[in-house]
C-alpha cells in the first residue's frame, strides 16, 4: 500500500490554465505539506497544514491555495499557471510537526 | 532567507569508498533530518536527529548532530551502487517552526 500518493504523475498544461494536483496519506497523520523542487533540485517547502493552521509561505504566490476536504487529502489549486511554475510538487505528511515527513512520489507540471 | 549549505555538491566515488558529507547553517537547529531522493522519486527518510552532538546509525550510514547545532555530517560507509541518489539535509528549528532543505549533494557509484 502507497503510504502518500499524488494524482497525476505528469501534468502538462498551457499557461494561463488552472490546475490541480491530489494528495493522499494513509498514515493517520495530522499534519501534510507541499513542497516544489525546482531544475535544480533545490527542495523549497509551500504550506504545511493540520486541521488547526494553514502555515504558508511568505514566497509563495497566492495563485496557489492547498485544500482539505479531510485529514488524509491536501490538495493543490493553482491558478493562472506561469512558465515559472514548472517543477516537481511534492506532498508529504507527518504524524506531528516537521519531523520524519513521508514523501509522495511527486508531480512533475509542465507549462507551456 | 535561512539556507542549508551541503558540502560537497557532488561526488564520484568507486565502489567499496566510504563517503562523507556535510551540512552547514547560520544558525542554530533543533532538529537535523538526512533524505535520500532517488531519480523520479520523493525524497525518504534515512535518519533523524534530535540533540546536540547525537551519533546515530542506520546500517551503513551514520550521522552526526554538530554540537554547535549548526552543523550536521553523514558517513556512508563501503558504498554501494545503489546508493547513488541525492542526498538532502534538513533542520527544523522551533523559533518560528521553520523548516529547510539542504542545497543536496548527488552520489555517483562507480561499480
Known amino acids: 500500500d502507497t503510504a502518500v500518493s499524488q494524482t497525476p504523475k505528469y501534468l502538462v498544461t498551457q499557461m494561463g490554465n488552472d490546475k490541480s494536483i491530489k494528495c493522499e496519506q494513509n498514515l493517520g497523520h495530522d499534519t501534510m505539506y507541499w513542497y516544489k523542487q525546482d531544475s535544480k533540485k533545490f527542495l523549497k517547502i509551500m504550506f504545511s497544514?493540520?486541521?488547526?493552521?494553514?502555515?504558508i509561505n511568505e514566497t509563495v504566490p497566492n495563485r496557489f491555495s492547498p485544500k482539505s476536504p479531510d485529514k488524509a487529502h491536501l490538495n493543490l489549486h493553482i491558478n493562472s499557471l506561469e512558465l515559472g511554475d514548472s517543477a516537481v510538487y511534492f506532498c508529504?505528511?507527518?504524524?506531528?510537526?516537521?519531523?520524519?515527513?513521508?514523501f509522495g512520489p511527486g508531480t512533475r507540471l509542465t507549462v507551456l | 532567507g535561512q539556507q542549508l549549505n551541503q558540502s560537497p555538491q557532488s561526488m564520484f566515488i568507486q565502489e567499496g569508498e566510504d563517503v562523507s558529507m556535510n551540512c552547514t547553517s547560520s544558525s542554530i537547529f533543533n532538529t537535523w533530518l538526512w533524505y535520500k531522493q532517488d531519480p523520479g522519486e520523493g525524497p525518504v527518510l534515512l535518519i533523524a536527529?534530535?540533540?546536540?552532538?547525537e551519533l546515530t546509525s542506520n546500517g551503513r550510514l551514520t550521522a552526526q548532530f554538530g554540537i554547535t547545532r549548526k552543523d550536521s555530517f553523514l558517513n556512508i560507509s563501503a558504498s554501494i551502487p545503489s546508493d547513488v541518489g541525492i542526498y538532502f539535509c534538513a533542520g527544523f528549528t522551533n523559533t518560528g517552526n521553520q523548516f529547510y532543505f539542504g542545497t543536496g549533494t548527488s552520489l555517483t557509484v562507480i561499480p
Open positions: 536527529l534530535y540533540k546536540a552532538g
Open positions: 497544514y493540520n486541521n488547526k493552521e494553514l502555515i
Open positions: 508529504a505528511s507527518s504524524q506531528e510537526g516537521f519531523n520524519e515527513q513521508f
